[in-house]
Nanobody, 115 residues
Framework: QVQLVESGGGLVQSGGSLRLTCVAS????????MAWYRQAPGSERELVAL???????NYLDSVKGRFNISRNKARNIWYLQMNSLTPEDTAVYYC?????????WGQGTQVTVTQ
């Protein structure tokens, strides 16, 4: 019912910036919240940023002040602006659309931060 396509990953040096984009199609009116997760090799997937229906946001402690989640007015595109990147941010990043039935996931995009 919902399909997500994400983009914007890549290779960047420490201190650099990237912006990830997630575009939703299908029954997008069913989406009530949007989020970004990441998963490093050998690690569990962790929530990085969340934007709720009331537009409140929550962030992983280690990215507070560096990352920002936002969305368009129609609430079918959302972004993760990542600044002051460090090698510890290296992971596959996934966008997540939350509905009353289930979560939908993007295909993942690799972010690699070098020294």
């Amino acid at each position: 019912q919902v399909q997500l396509v994400e983009s914007g990953g890549g290779l960047v040096q420490s201190g650099g910036s990237l912006r990830l984009t997630c575009v939703a199609s299908g029954v997008t009116a069913s989406i009530y919240g949007m989020a970004w997760y990441r998963q490093a090799p050998g690690s569990e997937r962790e929530l990085v940023a969340l934007i709720a229906p009331n537009s409140n946001t929550n962030y992983l402690d280690s990215v507070k002040g560096r990352f920002n989640i936002s969305r368009n007015k129609a609430r079918n595109i959302w972004y993760l602006q990542m600044n002051s990147l460090t090698p510890e941010d290296t992971a596959v990043y996934y966008c997540d659309a939350r509905t009353s039935v289930r979560d939908y996931w993007g295909q993942g995009t690799q972010v690699t931060v070098t020294q």
